[in-house]
C-alpha cells in the first residue's frame, strides 16, 4: 500500500491512535518522526488521506481517517465490519462508499430521503461535505424537503460529533450557503452546530480548525450562535495550531478572522504572533489567491499586521509580485487595496513587481465588477509607483470598465471612483462625456444611501475636478446636486472633522451645489462647523473659514448659533500651523485666511466678532521674524 505523509502534529496522531500500551507507543512515536521529516508544503488534495502504515509491527495493518473533502469511513482494528475485524463491510460504511459515488445533489438527496433514518455521524458528514462539491445554484437547495431533511439529521447527529464531523459539516453548509443557493442556516441547527465546535475545538487539526473558522466567516447565523467562550477557544486553537497550518490554511484563519470581530478580538498578542509567522513562513508557496485573502486580511486586521517581521513583509510582497500574472480580478483589486494601505508592504514591492501588478490590472479591467474596478482605482490614486506603472492604454481599460459598471455601483464604489478620478488625472483624461454622464446617474441613484464619507468624497471629487475636468461636474443635472443636498443634510451630524470641511469648501466651490442647498440645510452645515471648530487642524479651520467668508448663507447660520466665535477661536488656536502653512506653497493657507477674513468684512451684515478678526488678521500679516516685537 503507497504511503502518503502530511505534515501533522504528534497531538494530532495520538489523537487518532487513541494507543495507551507499550506497542501503541512505537506506533505514535515512531509514526510522528516518519511524517515529521517528510514535511511537505505544497497544498495537500483535497481528497488527500492520512495513512499510517508498516511503521512497526502491530496487529494494525492500516489506518485511514479523512479530512474535509474525504470523508472516508475511518477504519481501525474492524470496527466498522460488522463488528467481526472482517469481511463484509458494515451498512453504514456501504452508506457512506454510495454518498461518495454520488454525482448529483439530487442523488445524494434521494439517499438522504430513503435512507436518512439509518445515517450515522460520520454518513451526514459525509453527505454535506458531498453535497457543496456537485451541488449547483440551479439545485435550488434552499425550497427542497430534501435538503431540510439533511439539516433535520445535522441537529439529530450533532451532539455525538467529533473535531472531524463537526468540521466537515460546518465547512460543508459554509460553502453551501455562501456559493450553492441553500441560503442561511436555521438558528436552531446554527446554535447546536457551534456548540458541537465549542466542545470539539481544542481536538481540531490545522485543517479542521482553519475550515471551521471559514465557515463560520460565511455563516450569519452561526456566528451569531457563537459564544464568547466559543470565540475565545476558537481562536486559542487557531493559535496553538497555527505553525502547522498549510499555505491555503493559515490564509483561511486570517481571512476569517478579518470577518469575524469577536474572533479576532479573542486572539491573545502571542496568537497574533504566531498566526504572521505561519502567513510569513508559508509566503513562498501559497497560490495567487492565498496572497491575495492574506494581503486582504492584515490590511484589515491591526494587531495581525504589527506582528509581521521586515521580512515577512518582503516575503509576502514578493508573493504578491511572483502570482500577479495568474490572479484572477477579484484578487488583483484585493492586493492593489491591501497594498495602499500596508504601507510595509508596497515599500517591498520591486519596480518590476508594480510592473506585473499593473499589467494584471489592465488585463482582467474588463472581467472586474464594480467593487473590483472601485477598489482598483481607489489603490492606484494612493501607490504612485503602482499607478505609474499603468499605460495609457491600461488607463483607457480601467475608465471604459468604470463607466461600463456605474449603473451596479453601490453607494461606496461610485464615491471611490469618482475620489480617485479626481487624483488621476490620466484616468479621469481617458473617461467619455458619456462615462460621465453614467457616473453622475449613479451618484443621483445611490445617494440616498451614502455614508457621511461617501457624500463627503464625492463632492470633493467634483470640486477638485471642476478646472481640469469641468465635464465631470458639468454632467451633473439639478436633479442630482438636490440629491447631494440632501444627501449632506441627512448625514453632516455624523460627519468628521475632515468630511466637514471638504463638504464646506465642495459648496464653496461649486455653485449648482450650493443653490441647491436650502435654509435647513446651511443651518445643519452651520451646527457641523462649530462642531468640527472645537478640535479642527489648521487646514479644516481655514477651509471652512473660507467658505464662510465666500458663502454668506453658511456665515448668518454660523452667527445666529453663536457658533462664529468657535471657528474663529480655531483659527487662532492654529495661527502657528496657519503661518508655517503646507508645501509647496507655505504662504498658501495664510492667503487663503486672510481672504477669508477680508470677504467676511464685506457681507451684507458686516463682520462678525470684528476685534479678533482684526487681531488675526494684523497678527497674519505680521512677519514671523518681527511677531514678538
Same mark, same amino acid.
Given at each position: 500500500m503507497r504511503r502518503h505523509a502530511t505534515a501533522v502534529s504528534t497531538r494530532w496522531i495520538l489523537r487518532y491512535l487513541r494507543v495507551d500500551d507499550s506497542w501503541g507507543a512505537c506506533v505514535a512515536r515512531d509514526a510522528a518522526r516518519a511524517l515529521a521529516s517528510t514535511v511537505s508544503t505544497a497544498r495537500a488534495d483535497k481528497n488527500a488521506r492520512f495513512n499510517i502504515v508498516g511503521f512497526c509491527s502491530s496487529p494494525i495493518t492500516s489506518w485511514r481517517g479523512f479530512v474535509v473533502?474525504? +470523508?472516508?469511513?475511518?477504519?481501525?482494528?474492524?470496527?466498522?465490519?460488522?463488528? $467481526?475485524?472482517?469481511?463484509?463491510?458494515?451498512?453504514? &460504511?456501504?452508506?457512506? #462508499?454510495?454518498?461518495?459515488?454520488?454525482?448529483?445533489?439530487?442523488?445524494?438527496?434521494?439517499? %438522504?430521503?430513503? /435512507?436518512?433514518?439509518?445515517?450515522?455521524?460520520?454518513?451526514?458528514?459525509?453527505?454535506?461535505? /458531498?453535497?457543496?462539491?456537485v451541488a449547483k445554484a440551479r439545485d435550488n437547495l434552499r425550497r427542497d424537503p430534501r435538503y431540510k431533511r439533511l439539516l433535520d439529521l445535522v441537529r439529530l447527529h450533532c451532539g455525538r460529533f467529533r473535531a472531524r464531523e463537526v468540521s466537515n459539516v460546518a465547512h460543508g453548509l459554509g460553502m453551501l450557503c455562501a456559493n450553492k443557493g441553500a441560503g442561511n442556516i436555521d438558528k436552531e441547527t446554527a446554535e447546536l452546530l457551534m456548540r458541537a465546535v465549542q466542545k470539539n475545538a481544542n481536538e481540531m487539526n490545522p485543517q479542521e480548525i482553519a475550515n471551521v473558522l471559514n465557515a463560520v466567516s460565511k455563516l450569519d447565523a452561526a456566528a451569531e450562535a457563537v459564544s464568547r467562550e466559543g470565540w475565545k477557544r476558537l481562536a486559542e486553537a487557531a493559535e496553538w495550531q497555527a505553525r502547522d497550518m498549510n499555505p491555503q490554511g493559515i490564509a !483561511?484563519?486570517?481571512?476569517? @478572522?478579518?470577518? @469575524?470581530?469577536?474572533?479576532? &478580538?479573542? %486572539?491573545?498578542?502571542?496568537? *497574533?504572533?504566531?498566526?504572521?509567522?505561519?502567513?510569513?513562513? #508559508? =509566503? /513562498?508557496?501559497?497560490?495567487?489567491?492565498?496572497?491575495?485573502? %492574506?494581503?486582504? =486580511?492584515?490590511?484589515?486586521?491591526?494587531?495581525?499586521?504589527?506582528?509581521?517581521?521586515?521580512?515577512? *513583509?518582503?516575503?509576502?510582497?514578493?508573493?504578491?509580485? $511572483?502570482?500577479? /500574472?495568474?490572479?484572477?480580478? #477579484?484578487?488583483?483589486? !484585493?492586493?492593489? !487595496?491591501?497594498l495602499s494601505k500596508l504601507d510595509a508592504a508596497a515599500a517591498e514591492v520591486s519596480p518590476e513587481g508594480w510592473k506585473r501588478v499593473g499589467e494584471a490590472v489592465e488585463r482582467q479591467a474588463r472581467e472586474m465588477n464594480p467593487q473590483g474596478n472601485a477598489n482598483v482605482l481607489n489603490a492606484l490614486s494612493k501607490l504612485d509607483a503602482a499607478a505609474a506603472a499603468v499605460s495609457p492604454e491600461g488607463w483607457k481599460r480601467l475608465a471604459e470598465a468604470a463607466e461600463r459598471q456605474a449603473r451596479d455601483m453601490n453607494p461606496q464604489d461610485i464615491a471611490n471612483v469618482l475620489n480617485a478620478l479626481s487624483k488621476l488625472d490620466a484616468a479621469a483624461a481617458a473617461v467619455s462625456q458619456e462615462g460621465w454622464s453614467y457616473f453622475s446617474v449613479a451618484v443621483e441613484r445611490q445617494s440616498v444611501a451614502m455614508n457621511a464619507q461617501n457624500v463627503s468624497n464625492t463632492l470633493n471629487a467634483y470640486a477638485e475636478m471642476r478646472k481640469r475636468r469641468p465635464q465631470a461636474s458639468a454632467a451633473v443635472t439639478e436633479t442630482g446636486w438636490h440629491s447631494l443636498a440632501a444627501a449632506t443634510a441627512r448625514t453632516a451630524p455624523t460627519m468628521a472633522n475632515q468630511s466637514i470641511a471638504l463638504t464646506v469648501d465642495a459648496a464653496k466651490k461649486l455653485d449648482a451645489f450650493a443653490s441647491a442647498i436650502d435654509d435647513e440645510g446651511w443651518e445643519i452645515l452651520a451646527a457641523a462647523v462649530a462642531r468640527m471648530a472645537l478640535d479642527s487642524n489648521a487646514q479644516q479651520a481655514v477651509l471652512a473659514l473660507s467658505a464662510v467668508g465666500w458663502? #454668506?448663507?453658511? =456665515? $448668518?447660520?454660523? +452667527? $445666529?448659533?453663536?457658533?462664529?466665535? =468657535?471657528?474663529?477661536?480655531?483659527?487662532?488656536? !492654529?495661527i502657528d500651523a496657519i503661518r508655517r502653512g503646507y508645501p509647496p506653497d507655505f504662504a498658501k493657507e495664510t492667503r487663503k485666511t486672510l481672504d477669508a477674513i477680508r470677504l467676511i468684512y464685506e457681507h451684507d451684515d458686516g463682520a462678525y466678532g470684528d476685534e479678533r478678526l482684526e487681531g488675526l488678521r494684523t497678527e497674519l500679516q505680521t512677519k514671523p521674524g518681527n511677531r514678538h516685537k
Open positions: 473533502g474525504s +470523508h472516508q469511513a475511518e477504519r481501525g482494528t474492524g470496527a466498522s465490519r460488522d463488528g $467481526r475485524g472482517g469481511g463484509k463491510l458494515s451498512g453504514s &460504511a456501504k452508506l457512506n #462508499q454510495e454518498i461518495i459515488a454520488s454525482r448529483s445533489a439530487g442523488e445524494i438527496l434521494a439517499i %438522504v430521503e430513503d /435512507r436518512g433514518e439509518s445515517f450515522s455521524k460520520v454518513n451526514v458528514a459525509t453527505a454535506v461535505n /458531498r453535497l457543496y462539491k !483561511n484563519v486570517l481571512n476569517a @478572522l478579518s470577518k @469575524l470581530d469577536a474572533a479576532a &478580538a479573542a %486572539v491573545s498578542q502571542e496568537g *497574533w504572533k504566531r498566526l504572521a509567522e505561519a502567513a510569513e513562513q #508559508q =509566503a /513562498r508557496d501559497m497560490n495567487p489567491q492565498d496572497i491575495a485573502n %492574506v494581503l486582504n =486580511a492584515l490590511s484589515k486586521l491591526d494587531a495581525a499586521a504589527a506582528a509581521v517581521s521586515p521580512e515577512g *513583509w518582503k516575503r509576502l510582497a514578493e508573493a504578491a509580485e $511572483r502570482q500577479a /500574472r495568474e490572479m484572477n480580478p #477579484q484578487g488583483n483589486a !484585493n492586493v492593489l !487595496n491591501a458663502k #454668506q448663507e453658511l =456665515a $448668518r447660520s454660523l +452667527h $445666529r448659533q453663536g457658533g462664529f466665535d =468657535a471657528l474663529i477661536g480655531s483659527i487662532e488656536r !492654529n
